[in-house]
Structure formats: structure tokens, C-alpha cells
């Protein structure tokens, strides 16, 4: 019996229907990412060679793949990888995945302190936001903390990877960084309700550290901590910035003023929710 043969044409479009029958979007999209990676193309290669049969080895790789994938597997642990500001990101199941809506937290940094000395991250988890705002702020010093070890031991090989330098320490919050002071602070927190973390999608309830995503019984436990502790490490005329959750930004933004916060702004992210609060430390 003639073994089937299967040309990259074939396999994606099985594969965009298998994995749209598993509720994963975007299920084409995907497919192709993963047959990049099994094949060494790039998309255009694929498209370029859509009659070419895959031989064993491909076939094998790529199959192992689409298993993990229908399982609801993030894509970016399949291919151990993820784009942010431009730049590549390990990810492993010990960090939060970049999101591109963060991308709006390092823009907004760059545009209130592009000056900034001194630079701190607070929660940094892979590192993407420390690290992008280490390759756009060349001569600052970028500190990042995490409660996490096994978190920083991944931002440590993406600061590597990106070839710049930061300062990674170990703690909770700013407690590592105790009587020093900084121009510019960031931080994307917890602040998923934890009620709301069941109804998460399967990637993200099941595949990332819940600790990174759990901000307590309303969202805002870590920026009742993390807000009047930044202001205590701010430099005159420094600046904390804060991605926030949907619908939280009024609420954040509240606690900002409590604590001596000057020049509040939002900033929305490509999908027009406030992604963003930040305020300026004047006194």
C-alpha cells in the first residue's frame, strides 16, 4: 500500500481544521509557525513550496507539534520562543509570555524618560521589558526583580541573547533594591482577579505561573504595595509606569493620587483598552 504523501499545501490546511475543531484561533496562522519550525522555512518559504512533500523527519517534528498545539499548549512554549518590541524572547512555563499589549508600558517609559539614568523593573519575569528598555536606553543602568528564581534564571539567558546588561536580583517587590533610588519605574503585575482565573483560556490557566497572574480578591493587591513603596524610590522628577487589567486603570490611577502621584496619564494599547497609568514623582 502507497504511503500518503504529504505536501505543505496538505498538512496546513488539515491542520488549520484540526486545530479550529480544538478551539485554538488563528488555527492557520499557528500552523504555519510550526511548519517554519519543523521545515527551517520561512513563511514565504512555505508558500513558495506549497507542492514539496515533507520527508519523515519534518513530518515527525511537525506532527508532535500540532499534538501539543490541539492539548491548548501556548504556541510560544511549542516553539520555546516570542517577538516583543522587536526583539526575541525565550519563554519557558516559568514565565508569563510577552504580550504585544505590553509593548504600549515600554513605549510610554521611553517617551516620559527618555533620559532616564536609572531604570527599574519590578515582577520582570522573562525579562522583555527590562531587556527591550536596556536596548533602547543604552547608557542607563536597568535593574530587574523578581520573587521568582527559576523567572530570572530565563531573563538572565534573554538579557544574553538581546546582548545588553541588567541587574537582576532576587526579592519581593523593591525590598532588594532598599535605599536606592531610580528615575524611571516599571512594573506589569499580577492583576487578574483570582475568581476570574478559572474562566481563563486553557494557554493561559493551565500553562502559566499562576503567580504572575493572580492579583487577589479585586486585582489591585500588588498596586496597593507596589505604588507608595515606587515613590519612596523615585528620584525628583522620576516616573512609575504600570500595566493595569481592563477596567482597572480608574481605580489604579486613584491610588496614584493617594500617594503624591503628579501628571497622571492612561495610555490605551492597540486594542483601545487603558492598558497603561503612570504618574511623576515632583516633591
Known amino acids: 500500500m502507497q504511503q500518503e504523501i504529504w505536501t505543505t499545501i496538505k498538512i496546513l490546511t488539515w491542520t488549520r481544521e484540526y486545530l479550529a475543531g480544538k478551539g485554538v484561533e488563528n488555527a492557520r496562522l499557528e500552523a504555519e509557525w510550526m511548519l517554519c519550525a519543523a521545515t527551517g522555512l520561512d513563511r514565504v518559504g512555505l508558500y513558495l513550496n506549497f507542492e514539496r512533500p515533507l520527508n519523515e523527519t519534518e513530518l515527525a517534528t511537525f506532527r508532535a507539534m500540532v499534538a501539543r498545539r490541539a492539548k491548548r499548549e501556548p504556541l510560544q512554549h511549542i516553539l520555546g520562543t516570542q517577538e516583543f518590541f522587536g526583539l526575541e524572547f525565550e519563554v519557558t512555563p516559568d514565565v508569563l509570555i510577552p504580550r ?65 546588561t541588567v541587574e537582576f536580583l532576587h526579592g519581593s517587590l523593591l525590598e532588594p533594591v532598599a535605599g536606592r533610588s531610580f528615575d524611571l519605574i516599571v512594573s506589569n503585575p499580577p492583576y487578574i482577579p483570582a475568581a476570574d482565573i478559572a474562566a481563563l483560556e486553557p494557554e493561559v490557566r493551565d500553562h502559566e505561573p499562576k503567580g504572575a497572574l493572580d492579583g487577589g480578591t479585586d486585582g489591585l493587591d500588588i498596586y496597593r504595595a507596589l505604588i507608595p513603596a515606587a515613590w519612596a524610590c523615585l528620584n525628583p522628577g522620576g516616573w512609575l509606569l504600570v500595566e493595569v487589567g481592563i477596567g482597572q486603570a480608574a481605580a489604579v490611577s486613584d491610588l496614584f493620587t493617594q500617594n503624591g502621584f503628579d501628571e497622571l496619564f492612561t495610555a490605551r494599547d492597540p486594542g483601545a483598552i487603558e492598558r497603561v497609568v503612570g504618574g511623576k514623582r515632583n516633591g
Do not use: M, Y
Open 100 to 164: 504585544h499589549d505590553t509593548e504600549t508600558l515600554v513605549s510610554e517609559a521611553l517617551l516620559r524618560k527618555p533620559g532616564a539614568a536609572s531604570v527599574l523593573d519590578i515582577g520582570t519575569g522573562s525579562g522583555c521589558i527590562a531587556v527591550a528598555l536596556a536596548r533602547q536606553l543604552p547608557e542607563a543602568k536597568v535593574t530587574a526583580i523578581d520573587i521568582s528564581e527559576a523567572a530570572l534564571a530565563v531573563a538572565r539567558r534573554n538579557a544574553d541573547r538581546n546582548g545588553v
